[in-house]
């Protein structure tokens, strides 16, 4: 159960929203990935957001002992 977890109230709040969250096909033109993938070693994560002096779409990936910007 979540409860045993150890989660705050806030982060079970986030699980409950996330877990009830439709699951939806992707947008166009988004598309899997042919082969061969490129694996990333030491990646931890992806951030993504709004560059607010453009206003275009970036991305920051994050990874073992290093960011890269």
């Not at 709040?13 to 877990?19: D, E, I, K, N, S």
């Not at 490129?38 to 992806?46: E, F, S």
């Not at 206003?55 to 073992?64: A, C, D, K, L, N």
């Amino acid at each position: 159960m979540a409860e045993d977890l150890g989660l705050t109230g806030y982060q079970l709040g986030l699980r409950a929203r996330f877990l009830a969250a439709p699951v939806v096909a992707a947008p166009v033109p988004w598309r899997p990935a042919d082969s061969p993938v490129a694996a990333v070693g030491g990646l931890l994560g992806v951030g993504f957001g709004v560059d607010p002096g453009t206003g275009h779409e970036t991305g920051r990936p994050i990874s073992v002992g290093r960011t890269t910007i």
